[in-house]
Structure formats: structure tokens, C-alpha cells
């Protein structure tokens, strides 16, 4: 699998399971590595947070070309931050890795990639790494330029907290929504502006409603919504387009297929995200 960076506005789906990586034999049709999701924006190549996947879309980048990547945390959760030690242009000379996100507990970005993601259980020493590394301290809530890519940010509803990123390119849009859960007596705000009238939410829906209010093993205040929430949040917010995410990894591809049904029949632009999906917003 190859990925190509576009002039236009393309989505790439590389890891789109929650919590943990989980293969095996009842998760090959929608993958069972964890959040990474690639936008090729006007010539740019953007990535959203480093879970398993980002091993899978390193492998697919050609190792003779050198690289410019603009990355993107939510939060720093393990399911985020696992491909980090594995993504091979990082150890490559000659890359340019620009790396956003907001740290926690006042550190800078730097402190806290080094010291935290790349921490001393990282199977491979930081000193290996020959990619040029820039970073930039993310404030959620404001809104910053890539030249004419207009990405704005703002928080989600998480346990520790996670920021969302929507992207704006030439009148198309895409919104990265995860990890959140939704309210229970009012839509989020957030997420409403965030995902205005966009051609695509990517929208964290790792449980049904039955499993979230489920009596005996209940859901709620874990920090992940329903797919029936994401509905809701696409249909309010005026969305073109609903991709459901960050699949629950004991979730197998047959109850998957069960759900993407009952997703399009609630909603004509919903589907469920598969590793190595592309998605056109142009």
C-alpha cells in the first residue's frame, strides 16, 4: 500500500482502532492498528496523532525521497503515541518532521515529546532519531495558518483532554474528532463549530448505545461516544460526510458490518473508516 500525496484533499485512514492494537483473524477487513489518520491537503502532507498506524504509513513512503510532514497530537494516550519509536522517517536524514500538540502540566511540546513519548520504555533511543524535528506549543481553541490551510482546534471531552483539529483547504473541510464523549441533555458545542457544514467528521464512535448505558457494564465517563451520537453530531452540524472511528478493539469485522449498515441507513454520507481508506473531499 502506497500513499500518494496529492495536490487536492485527500483523507487517508492508517490506524482506526481505539484503546489497543488488536490483529488477529476477525479484524483484517477494517484493520486492527490504532489512531493515525493522514490528510494530503494542497500539496502538504498533515498527520493526526501517532498510534500503530504511523509504522504502516511510514513503511508505505518511498526511502529515497526526502519528507515534510506537518503531525498533529490530540492527546497522549498509549493508542496515540505507539507507532511513535516505529515510524521509520524518523531516522531518516534529510526529513522534516513538524510536530504540534498541546503538552500537559506546563511543559513545552519539546519537553514533552522528548521526555514523555520518546520516554526511556521507547524500544529505540532518542538519539537514533536524524529527521529534523520542529515544534510548535498548540493554545486549543485558537486557530493557526499552513499557508492557505486554515487549521483550527478546539477541546474535546476526554478524561486528561484531547484537542480536535478541523481542516480547511479551498471551501472543503475535514474535522478529526477523537477521542470525545458526547453530553448527555445538549450537544457539544465544540464539536458543533468544529464540524460546521464540513465534508467529513471523523468521529470517535467506539461504542453502541446499547454497550455505553449497558446496566451492567456501562460506558459512561470513559471518554468515547456512540456511533448513534455521531449521527446526531453530523446531522446537526450540517456534515456532508461521517466517517466512524476508533472502533472498540473487541468489536470484530462482522459486528463492524453490522453497524456500518445501521449507520447509512440513518445517515446517506456515513460509513465506517478501514485502515487504508481514502476519501476525496475534492
Same mark, same amino acid.
Given at each position: %500500500?502506497?500513499?500518494?500525496?496529492?495536490?487536492?484533499?485527500?483523507?487517508?485512514?492508517?490506524?482506526?482502532?481505539?484503546?489497543?492494537?488488536?490483529?488477529?483473524?476477525?479484524?483484517?477487513?477494517?484493520? +486492527?492498528? @490504532?489512531? *493515525?489518520?493522514?490528510?494530503?491537503?494542497?500539496?502538504?502532507?498533515?498527520?493526526?496523532? /501517532?498510534? @500503530?498506524?504511523?509504522?504502516?504509513?511510514?513503511?508505505?513512503?518511498?526511502?529515497?525521497?526526502?519528507?515534510?510532514?506537518?503531525? =498533529?497530537?490530540?492527546?497522549?494516550?498509549?493508542?496515540?503515541?505507539?507507532?511513535?519509536?516505529? =515510524?521509520?522517517?524518523?531516522?531518516?536524514?534529510?526529513?522534516?518532521?513538524?510536530?504540534?500538540?498541546?503538552?500537559?502540566?506546563?511543559?513545552?511540546?519539546?519537553?514533552?515529546? *522528548?521526555?514523555?513519548?520518546?520516554?526511556?520504555?521507547?524500544?529505540?533511543? =532518542?538519539?537514533?532519531?536524524?529527521?529534523?524535528?520542529?515544534?510548535?506549543?498548540?493554545? *486549543? /481553541?485558537? @486557530? %493557526?495558518?499552513?499557508?492557505?490551510?486554515?487549521? #483550527?482546534? +478546539?477541546?474535546?471531552?476526554? &478524561?486528561?483532554?484531547?484537542? +480536535?483539529?478541523?481542516?480547511?483547504? $479551498?471551501?472543503?473541510?475535514?474535522?478529526? *474528532?477523537?477521542?470525545?464523549?458526547?453530553?448527555? !441533555?445538549?450537544?457539544? &458545542?465544540?464539536?458543533?463549530?468544529?464540524?460546521?457544514?464540513?465534508?467529513?467528521?471523523?468521529?470517535?464512535?467506539?461504542?453502541?448505545?446499547?454497550?455505553?448505558?449497558?446496566?451492567?457494564?456501562?460506558?459512561? +465517563?470513559?471518554?468515547?461516544?456512540?456511533? $448513534? #451520537?455521531?449521527?446526531?453530531?453530523?446531522?446537526?452540524?450540517?456534515?456532508?460526510?461521517?466517517?466512524?472511528?476508533?472502533? #472498540?478493539?473487541?468489536?470484530?469485522?462482522?459486528?463492524?458490518?453490522?453497524?456500518?449498515?445501521?449507520?447509512?441507513?440513518?445517515? !446517506? /454520507?456515513?460509513?465506517?473508516?478501514?485502515?487504508?481508506?481514502?476519501?476525496?473531499? @475534492?
Amino acid at each position: %500500500m502506497e500513499t500518494i500525496l496529492s495536490s487536492e484533499f485527500v483523507v487517508q485512514f492508517w490506524g482506526v482502532r481505539g484503546s489497543v492494537p488488536s490483529p488477529g483473524k476477525d479484524t483484517v477487513r477494517y484493520g +486492527g492498528n @490504532t489512531s *493515525c489518520v493522514e490528510m494530503h491537503v494542497g500539496g502538504k502532507r498533515l498527520i493526526f496523532d /501517532g498510534g @500503530t498506524g504511523l509504522r504502516m504509513l511510514g513503511k508505505s513512503l518511498e526511502p529515497s525521497q526526502p519528507i515534510e510532514a506537518y503531525w =498533529f497530537f490530540t492527546h497522549y494516550h498509549w493508542d496515540h503515541i505507539q507507532g511513535v519509536p516505529f =515510524f521509520i522517517p524518523a531516522f531518516a536524514e534529510g526529513n522534516t518532521l513538524h510536530i504540534h500538540g498541546s503538552a500537559p502540566e506546563g511543559a513545552t511540546m519539546q519537553e514533552h515529546f *522528548c521526555d514523555r513519548v520518546l520516554h526511556v520504555n521507547s524500544p529505540v533511543p =532518542f538519539k537514533e532519531i536524524q529527521a529534523d524535528l520542529k515544534y510548535y506549543d498548540l493554545v *486549543c /481553541g485558537e @486557530t %493557526m495558518m499552513l499557508d492557505d490551510i486554515t487549521i #483550527e482546534t +478546539g477541546h474535546l471531552n476526554h &478524561p486528561n483532554g484531547a484537542m +480536535g483539529y478541523r481542516v480547511s483547504w $479551498q471551501g472543503h473541510s475535514a474535522f478529526y *474528532c477523537t477521542d470525545t464523549e458526547h453530553f448527555p !441533555d445538549h450537544p457539544d &458545542p465544540n464539536v458543533l463549530h468544529l464540524g460546521r457544514d464540513a465534508d467529513l467528521i471523523i468521529y470517535d464512535a467506539m461504542y453502541t448505545d446499547e454497550e455505553y448505558h449497558n446496566q451492567k457494564t456501562p460506558k459512561v +465517563g470513559w471518554g468515547h461516544s456512540t456511533w $448513534q #451520537e455521531g449521527v446526531k453530531a453530523a446531522k446537526a452540524a450540517g456534515a456532508k460526510r461521517l466517517a466512524i472511528f476508533h472502533h #472498540e478493539p473487541n468489536h470484530s469485522d462482522d459486528f463492524l458490518d453490522t453497524v456500518e449498515i445501521e449507520v447509512k441507513d440513518t445517515f !446517506d /454520507g456515513g460509513f465506517l473508516a478501514r485502515e487504508g481508506m481514502m476519501v476525496s473531499l @475534492t
